[in-house]
Nanobody, 120 residues
Framework: QVQLVESGGGSVQAEGSLRLSCVAS?????MAWFRQAPGKEREGVAY???????RYADSVKGRFTISQDNAKNTMYLQMSSLKPEDTAMYYC?????????????????WGQGTQVTVSS
């Protein structure tokens, strides 16, 4: 019954920026961004608990910033200094617990995804 809707994806040149948004119909203790490129496993990008604790994949640390507006049930991913390697489908996910697992298997709800394409 929980609905997640991502937006903000698109095509951008290397070194450019994009801001992704995820609006949820309900809020869990953990929200996260995952991404999946063709032929690759789905990987965690950034995680945030309801209390604001954040964690990032090494590949995006220093370039991406995750944030949230609890009153609006909305999560954001500000992506800067984008690289072609960031090209993937990006998914918003919820986990109904107080921590954020690294892998995707535990997450309970998923959005439909928003495509990010970074050209060289």
């Amino acid at each position: 019954q929980v609905q997640l809707v991502e937006s903000g994806g698109g095509s951008v040149q290397a070194e450019g920026s994009l801001r992704l948004s995820c609006v949820a119909s309900a809020y869990s203790w953990c929200m996260a961004w995952f991404r999946q490129a063709p032929g690759k496993e789905r990987e965690g990008v950034a995680y945030i608990t309801r209390g604001g604790t954040t964690r990032y994949a090494d590949s995006v640390k220093g370039r991406f910033t995750i944030s949230q507006d609890n009153a609006k049930n909305t999560m954001y991913l500000q992506m800067s200094s984008l690289k072609p390697e960031d090209t993937a489908m990006y998914y918003c996910a919820l986990f109904r617990n107080s921590w954020c697992p690294d892998g995707p298997s535990a997450y309970n709800y998923w959005g439909q995804g928003t495509q990010v394409t970074v050209s060289s």
